[in-house]
T-cell receptor, first 112, second 114 residues
């Protein structure tokens, strides 16, 4: 069974640009979660999607947005990139009714 | 609101020694508790979880944790560590009310020395 896959592995962008990160959940998983892991800040909850709907949002500005597609894959968009957006972005998925997630390996976003 | 405190940011230990990584949580509702491990340049891997039942939970790689409701703790233990256990360990909590959103602690870096 394929795990949670994220692409790209690494992404380098210039301040002010937009970044798009992608996530494919484990087959059958309908929930997708996004976390930001910045140096020294731990894992911060960004977004939760379930069955195509945004269910919850963390304390991030509106330039962080995303969506979930009918096949349950998900996209995270970060507009107007700032230097402090540099971080590892982790996607996770879960089955409905099962607590705990399976994580992907992450996308390392570097803003220069 | 829920929160998780991992009391030690770094824990150095010699190979084959026992180790305990401490985790305390705060919540006004019943919770589920988790420990994840992150190896360098990788995502997080679930070590173990407590949902209900026995307060002593056994996980992968010889790790175990004990849920203590009165002390709001969920400490992770291993009787004998290996070099390969060197990694970052995260404790996490979610409420049991159908809301599967995990709140993570800041992490504990376990460094196993030969």
């Amino acid at each position: 069974e394929a795990g949670v896959t994220q692409s790209p592995t690494h992404l380098i962008k210039t301040r002010g640009q937009q970044a798009t990160l992608r996530c494919s959940p484990i087959s059958g998983h309908t929930s997708v979660y996004w976390y930001q892991q910045a140096l020294g800040l731990g894992l911060q909850f960004l977004l939760w999607y379930d069955e195509g709907e945004e269910r919850n949002r963390g304390n991030f500005p509106p330039r962080f947005s995303g969506r979930q597609f009918p096949n349950y894959s998900s996209e995270l968009n970060v507009n107007a990139l700032e230097l402090e957006d540099s971080a590892l972005y982790l996607c996770a998925s879960s089955l409905k009714g099962v607590y705990g997630y399976t994580f992907g390996s992450g996308t390392r976003l570097t803003v220069v | 609101a829920q929160s998780v405190t991992q009391l030690d940011s770094q824990v150095p230990v010699f190979e084959e020694a026992p180790v305990e990584l401490r985790c305390n949580y705060s919540s006004s509702v019943s919770v589920y508790l988790f420990w994840y491990v992150q190896y360098p340049n990788q995502g997080l891997q679930l070590l173990l979880k407590y949902l209900s039942g026995s307060t002593l939970v056994k996980g992968i790689n010889g790790f175990e944790a004990e849920f203590n409701k009165s002390q709001t703790s969920f400490h992770l233990r291993k009787p004998s560590v290996h070099i390969s256990d060197t990694a970052e360990y995260f404790c996490a909590v979610s409420n049991s009310g159908g809301y599967n959103k995990l709140i993570f602690g800041a992490g504990t870096r376990l460094a196993v020395h030969p």
